[in-house]
């Protein structure tokens, strides 16, 4: 397409969710998560989000907005179907997304796989496992009927068997999940949203989660903001192009016509961490130390990094 054209797709796809972070004094705060893709591609056996964009930052409100902005910069939405996604919780209901779809008959909401199917074993756990095959194939086939002569049949083994008292309650707590979501929950009989990328937000918290998360650390809010914003342009492959504008790097470097230093065309980012070979010099020589043991463990990562400088 041209420059500032927008694109049309027949979908969009759009999951949010939301994770906590330790910031500093022992407190918490929650990091929110919205991601938006045009399906997926296969690459072999691997299934790629085509044209994924994800924004994330510590008020939700925010979030949504900037993600609104994106795709009225970027797509031409009249026409488009968006498929949303998310585990229905506080601020991720399907009313929530409704923002990104110009009229209610465009937009469909699912309820995450991930967590209905924590909820089916949690709540149901103790029962029969036949029975456990049939409320999960009735539940993901939107039976409604079907789901509810299962676990009535599920009560009725709960109180006259020799089960927990707490037995009973989650399967009452389970028909009123299904319930409260059985309008996120009947798109499942529709078998193409099975394979639409819907539920990949959860599995990308991991970028980060493992950066955030790691050894116990903790943020000041400053920081975190930062190293969303570096994570974030990571994803979407913008941090290469962002680094070319900074004048922090020792790189590279030429001057424009108005005096401005911006790294050269040629410049690889790889090169910034580029270890090079360590020079003796007096009072410190170079040598390895034998961790004689697993290389997995803390002092096993240590030796490796010692001996990796040398």
Known sequence: KQKNEKACT???????????????HGLRVMVHRLQVSEGVILNGKRHILKQRYIISGLNRRLVFEQMSEYLDSHYDCKNTQIIT????????EPS??????????????VLDAYHLNRKLK???SLMPTPLKKRLRQAVFAA???????????AESIATNGDYRDDVADNIKRLRDYLNRNWDSIKPFAVVQWRHSGLGSCES????YTYRLKKQGRSWSITGLKAMLMIIDAEQNGELERSLRQTTMFNAPQRLTDNGQIVIAPNFKLRSLFAVGKHNDHVGAKSGVINA?????????????ALNDLN
């Open 96 to 109: 929530a997304f409704q923002v990104f779809s110009p009229t209610k008959e465009q937009h469909v909401h």
């Open 85 to 92: 996604g998310s585990d229905n919780g506080s601020g991720y």
């Open 122 to 124: 949690e709540r149901f």
């Open 292 to 304: 004689q043991g697993v290389t997995g463990t803390s002092f096993g990562r240590f030796a490796r």
């Open 143 to 153: 039976d409604k009927p079907q789901v509810k002569m299962i676990l009535d049949t």
């Open 204 to 207: 990308n918290h991991r970028a």
């Open 10 to 24: 027949t979908q969009l796809f759009i999951e949010g969710d939301a994770f906590q972070v330790k910031i500093k």
